[in-house]
């Protein structure tokens, strides 16, 4: 679709930029709303970075994404932070207010709760405790918002420990129990959520070493690795009939609070969205 000279933009910065799916997502709803805006991928090298951010306002952007490597820095060059970026200490979304100011938020949370919520309806947060496997920058936004949305108990298994009882010690410590890493299949009993949070299942990576023997049959899995769809561990859920939640769906719900303040519209996530980012 052709833009004109009011057209809105937005993009995303990361280093490299290639694999980002991000341009397919916002294309295809700048597309479908028949939005005259614009949303371009920008490779962006960490010390091109504070520039980069300090350009958009001045080359008239309403803001972007940023993404690997840049999330954690750029929580530290935007002027606002809120609160959920905060706590996270990371960045995903920036929006440019009309006096230049640059507001930092992440959505990351917000996109996996949702995508949780459309796949599992019969999921609640208190049905009980959620078991996250890993402790890295996706973790830290996928524990917290579990938190905030009334999980009763949050078991952390991650290769190194001293990383889930970090994490532990900075969020909550009450509500979450680091786990010994070969423990982890054990502190799949009880369970009402199992959460893959590392890159293991992803094509061309080992599979994820988790025995869901112990795992109540009402419990719900879903996995952060979206390619591929089905990773090994949705796979083995599938089989024992549990309900999963593929990786995909977080990765376009996290768009939504950008693309809305950006372009003003509330998008939708549904199969045709689904499929034109597989499409890629
Ligand atoms: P992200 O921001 O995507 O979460 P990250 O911060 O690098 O990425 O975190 C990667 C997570 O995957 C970590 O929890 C990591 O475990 P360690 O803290 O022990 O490194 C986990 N991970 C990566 N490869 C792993 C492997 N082969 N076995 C177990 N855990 C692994």
Redesign the pocket.
């Known amino acids: 679709m052709s833009v004109t000279g009011a057209a809105r933009l937005a993009g995303v910065m990361g280093w490299p930029i290639g694999h980002s799916r991000s341009p397919q997502l916002h294309g295809h709803w700048l597309e479908r709303y028949g939005i005259d805006g614009a949303y371009v991928p920008s490779t962006v090298p960490p010390d091109g970075l504070e520039k980069a951010l300090r350009a958009l306002p001045l080359l008239g952007f309403r803001g972007c994404n940023v993404t690997i490597p840049h999330k954690t820095v750029a929580a530290a060059l935007v002027d606002m932070l809120e609160p959920a970026a905060a706590r996270i200490g990371a960045v995903n979304t920036i929006t440019v207010s009309p006096d230049g100011q640059l507001t930092g938020t992440n959505t990351d949370g917000f996109g996996f709760l949702e995508n949780l919520k459309q796949g599992a309806a019969g999921w609640r947060a208190e049905d009980g405790p959620a078991l996250v496997i890993?402790?890295?920058?996706?973790?830290r936004a996928i524990v917290a918002t579990l938190l905030d949305s009334g999980v009763p108990e949050i078991r952390l298994a991650?290769?190194?420990g001293e990383?889930a009882q970090e994490m532990g010690a900075s969020l909550d410590k009450s509500r979450i129990v680091p786990i010994p890493w070969n423990d982890r299949a054990a502190a799949a009993a009880g369970a009402a959520l199992v959460v893959n949070?590392?890159?293991?299942g992803m094509t061309g990576q080992?599979a994820l070493d988790l025995s869901l023997a112990e795992l109540p049959a009402k419990a719900v899995a879903t996995d952060l690795v979206y390619a591929p769809l089905t990773t090994p561990l949705l796979l083995v859920a599938a089989a024992r009939s549990n309900a999963t939640v593929d990786g995909l769906g977080m990765l376009l719900h996290q768009a939504r609070p950008g693309f809305a303040a950006w372009f003003g519209v509330e998008p939708m996530v549904d199969t045709a969205l689904r499929q034109a980012v597989l499409a890629g």
Not at 134 to 139: C, D, H, K, T, Y
Not at 197 to 200: H, I, N
């Open positions: 890993g402790a890295g920058g996706a973790a991650n290769r190194t990383k949070t590392t890159s293991l080992p």
